[in-house]
């Protein structure tokens, strides 16, 4: 080849690079902006020391269960508080056999009750993912006998939704199902057959119900071909290293707490039921530190993001686990017990109860109650704190007990709920609309608004309440950090001369968002 045609070549091959790096490029832009969530960065705590903090709480949370199990007649109890997955501070007192005087510890296996409940949803919801069945399925497919029941012919067909919420229309069923705990498939069976007598109609209230939880212990055989004892076994306690029964006579008696009644002033002890059907809505026997494990799970599912999954349930599934699908009531006068009003709105998820305060706070979890037995616990998903607390007397009254501790934890350690941290898109646009203030010149031009924007809120107007406004306080000095509501809305201060000034926005659905809506005020 003569230099003029190496020449060329250089020529063309320089072309040719340059077209794939632009083509390489580009295809780089096409995918950032086929994913405007991929710089998504999850809520964290900012206090590095919260454990510490708590840790140092440990006498407080210790006299609080000790006076209470003292007050309320326990023979024995244990407790635990789990932060971050850890069962950080636990404690025990009492004894789980009188007559032995066997002291209680945090290995000490009680039995739970209806904190059984959240386990077999659990398991549910786990067959669901793996496509064994549907949420939406009519019960009727798995137990034929129930097909036609209802309160009125006008009834939808009960769903395993409905069972899992308590929704389904049965009577609320506690002291007739507490002693149905040993019942056995073709019992259950037979009772169906019969016919059921209805409280409500299916899918229009909440009615807590144990008989729809031994339905769905059933669908679990019916669907897996094992009992749903053995399917829990295997597939939760086994492979989160619980240790747990569901039948007394296999627990080690050094462990086993038994059950008693306060009556005229004294214990009496309460027969112990083996295991059958109705053990799926609360026949589970464990310990502070084996059920620890399974709240650990729960608060791992908070909050969403983008780690791998845990090899018990998609984190999606255990969230979908704890909204309100099933609401139950509002107290309006709640207090918590420092005194203060805070209402409180309650409802059902699938086998827990979910709780939202009036700051906010999300609580998950479960109370238990059966002849001899009174268990609760619970979680603050935002805070990433978990209290439990299992007593051996007939309906211990444990769940007021945990709602107080985890306030207590959450005044006296200071703990704030994860913080979000805001996306680029939400701060990109915070700055390009601080340039734009106060006057709004060429705001039409800039780029960043959404096309509704100047149908909603006319240039002029704009100009006039931002002058206004700023007339009063001045000049702006400097702007504070955005705090983000969620991805796409947020709100910061500017800091003037003679005040504040509080600018809010919320971004569109588009790639990239654009700000679609927009309030400013004087702040105090």
């Not at 007192?93 to 659990?122: C, H, N, V, W, Y």
């Not at 007598?197 to 212990?217: H, K, P, Q, R, T």
């Not at 924007?453 to 406004?469: G, H, N, V």
Request: proline share 4%.
């Amino acid at each position: 080849m003569n230099c003029s045609s190496k020449w060329v070549a250089n020529i063309v091959c320089s072309v040719f690079l340059s077209l794939l790096c632009l083509q390489i490029s580009a295809q780089s832009n096409a995918n950032t902006l086929a994913n405007p969530n991929a710089n998504y960065i999850a809520p964290q705590f900012g206090d590095s020391k919260r454990a510490e903090k708590i840790k140092a709480l440990a006498p407080v949370i210790e006299k609080m269960y000790k006076d209470f199990a003292i007050a309320n007649h326990f023979p024995g109890y244990a407790y635990g508080i789990v932060v971050d997955g850890e069962l950080l501070l636990s404690g025990s007192g009492g004894f789980t056999d009188l007559e032995k005087q066997i002291p209680a510890d945090t290995r000490s296996m009680f039995r739970i009750a209806s904190m059984s409940k959240s386990l077999t949803a659990m398991a549910i919801v786990k067959l669901r993912d793996e496509g064994k069945l549907k949420l939406d399925d009519p019960v009727w497919m798995y137990i034929p006998e129930i097909k036609g029941q209802g309160l009125t012919k006008d009834a939808s067909e009960i769903t395993i939704r409905n069972l899992l919420t308590h929704g389904a229309g049965f009577p609320e069923d506690n002291p007739w199902g507490d002693r149905q705990l040993a019942d056995t498939d073709e019992d259950l069976i037979q009772l169906i057959k019969k016919g059921i007598s209805f409280s409500n109609a299916n899918g229009i209230a909440y009615e807590y119900s144990n008989l729809g939880f031994a339905m769905l212990g059933y669908i679990i055989k019916k669907v897996t071909g094992i009992p749903y004892s053995d399917y829990i076994q295997n597939n939760i306690w086994k492979r989160l290293g619980m240790q747990a029964s569901w039948e007394y006579s296999k627990v080690p008696s050094q462990q086993l707490a038994k059950g008693y009644r306060w009556l005229n002033n004294s214990w009496k002890e309460e027969a112990l039921l083996h295991d059958g059907i109705y053990g799926a809505m609360g026949g589970m026997i464990t310990s502070i530190e084996s059920f620890s494990k399974y709240v650990a799970l729960h608060q791992s599912a908070w909050p969403p993001r983008n780690d791998a999954e845990n090899i018990i349930l998609k984190r999606s599934s255990i969230r979908e686990m704890h909204q309100p699908w099933n609401f139950n009531s509002l107290n309006a006068s709640f207090k918590y017990s420092d005194g203060r009003v805070c209402p409180t709105a309650s409802a059902y998820g699938y086998g827990l109860r979910i709780a939202r305060d009036c700051n906010n706070k999300l609580m998950v979890g479960h109370t238990g109650g059966l002849p001899g037995f009174g268990s609760n616990w619970n979680i603050l998903t935002d805070h990433g704190i978990g209290a439990m607390f299992f007593a051996n007397v007939t309906y211990a009254s444990t769940a007021g007990m945990n709602t107080r501790v985890l306030d207590t934890l959450v005044k006296l350690a200071a703990l704030e709920p994860r913080q979000l941290t805001a996306s680029s898109i939400l701060t990109q646009r915070k700055n390009e609309l601080v340039k734009l203030l106060p006057h709004f010149n060429n705001a039409e031009k800039s780029g960043i608004f959404a096309d509704n924007f100047f149908q909603d809120y006319f240039t002029a107007s704009l100009k006039a309440e931002a002058t206004a406004i700023f007339d009063k306080v001045g000049k702006i000095i400097s702007v504070n950090e955005l705090i983000p509501e969620n991805q796409l809305r947020g709100y910061f201060i500017l800091n003037c001369e003679r005040g504040k000034v509080k600018i809010s926005f919320t971004l569109t659905p588009e790639n990239p968002g654009l700000i679609q809506e927009y309030h400013i005020s004087q702040w105090q």
